[in-house]
């Protein structure tokens, strides 16, 4: 398996403390990107190879279920993770439903639970650019490890 710092992650909001909070935290274990900008994250992913895209809800431009479904037309294969509010359920209801969203999570986000949606979202990604069974089992078994983890800690 890959070490955690080949997982390449693109955090989007348009919250500059929340960007550089994002990036202090994380900046040792993944290959972060971050932007204020969906158009910006768009060109982001252009350039470099992107594992996770996590991105807020509200954001002026473009809303953050706007951003992933332009991401899972151009980037299939990128992870989408929404941040939201409570009162913006209805809209990630319709993307989850769609398959337009992986995982959605509520802000503020928690670095442990963002942590652990990170290296789940990128054993997702491995199985599916993975043929054969054995590959499978392999995975399940780290993703099985990964769930054991997360809940006794």
């Not at 473009?62 to 151009?74: D, H, N, S």
């Not at 992870?79 to 359920?89: D, H, K, Q, W």
């Not at 992986?102 to 802000?107: A, G, I, T």
């Amino acid at each position: 398996m890959a070490t955690s710092k080949t997982i390449s992650v693109l955090y989007v909001d348009d919250e500059i403390h929340n960007l550089n909070s994002f990036k202090a935290t994380f900046r040792k274990e993944f290959n972060v990107h971050i932007t204020d900008s969906p158009a910006d994250a768009l060109e982001i992913l252009k350039r470099n190879p992107v594992h996770i895209l996590i991105t807020d809800q509200r954001m002026p431009g473009m809303t953050g279920v706007e951003l992933l479904i332009k991401v899972l037309e151009r980037h299939p294969d990128t992870m989408r993770v929404l941040l939201t509010g409570f009162t913006e359920l209805a809209a990630v209801a319709e993307a989850l439903g769609k398959g337009q969203v992986h995982y959605r999570m509520e802000k503020p986000w928690d670095e442990e639970q963002i942590r652990a949606v990170i290296k789940a979202a990128y054993e997702i990604s491995l199985l599916r650019m993975c043929g054969g069974p054995e590959c499978i089992i392999d995975v399940s078994s780290e993703l099985e490890f990964i769930l054991r983890q997360n809940l006794l800690s």
